[in-house]
C-alpha cells in the first residue's frame, strides 16, 4: 500500500473514536510502526494530507505537530516533514574505563567532534572543589558533540587541571590518547548515571525533541596514584545508548 492510499478517510476514520487530529496522528504513527512511512522518507506535504483525508490543514498540522514533539516526525526548515530516522543503539560496558573514540572503534564506527568550546578558562566553584584545583589556577575545558558514523550520539564538557592538560588545542580527536602520550592517561573513574528530559538547546544539539529523554554523566577520574584529573559531564541521548554493569554474586 502506498502512503496516499494509507491515508484515505475511509481506511481509518470514524466519527466515534475521538477528535479527528488524535486519529489522523494515530494513523500516521501506525503507518510509522508497521514500516509503511519508512525512516528518512519524506511525509506528504500538508496540503496534500489534508485534501487527501478530507480534513483541514489546522486539524493536520495539530497532529503533525504532536508526533514532532514525540521525535517521530522531524522537521527540517524548507524542506518539509520526514519520518524520523532510524536509530544507531550502542551497549556500554559499565566496567570498563574506556574513551568514546576505543569504544565506537570497537564496533567499528568513526568517531567525529562538532567542537563547542576547547581553551583555558577561570574555574566554577565546582571545578575547584572535583578537581582539587588551588584559589588562582585555571582550568583546561573540551566541550564537544561527538558523534559516530555522523549521528550525534552525546555532549562532553571536560574539565581538566591545567599541568595535566597545558594545552587543550593539542586535543584534535581523541582526549584520552594526548593524556596516554603525557602518561596522564586516567587508571580509575567513578560514574554517576541519572536520567534526564533534555533541554531545548542540548536537544537540538543531539538532533532529538525538546524534552526527550537522555542520561546526564559524570565521570570524575583519577591517576594510579589516586589524583583527581578528569571532571566530564555529559549528556547522552536516552534511544541511543544501554549502559550495562556486569553482577557478580559477592562472596559469602
Ligand atoms: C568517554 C568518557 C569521557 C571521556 C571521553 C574521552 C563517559 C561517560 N565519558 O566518553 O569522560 O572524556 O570518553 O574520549 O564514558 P576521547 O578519548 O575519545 O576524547
Redesign the pocket.
Known sequence: MRATEFLRPENWRSEASGPRYVQLRRRIQEGIDSGLLAPDSPLPPEREIAALTKLSRVTVRKAIQELVRKGAIVQHQGSGSFIAGSVRRVE?SLSQL???????ARRGLS?S?IWLERGIFLPTPEEVATLSLTADASVAR?S?L?QADGQAM?L?R?SLPLDILPNPTL?S???????DQTGNRPEQ?R?K?SAINLEEKDARLLDVATGAAGLK???V?YLASGRVI?F?R?I?RGDAYDFVAELRLSPR
Open positions: 556500554q574506556t574513551s568514546f573514540s576505543e569504544d565506537m568517531t567532534s573540551i564537544r561527538r552525546a562532553e571536560a586535543v580527536s581523541s582526549l584520552y590518547e594526548v593524556l573513574a560514574q548515571i554523566i559524570e565521570r577520574s578528569e566530564t555529559s547522552y
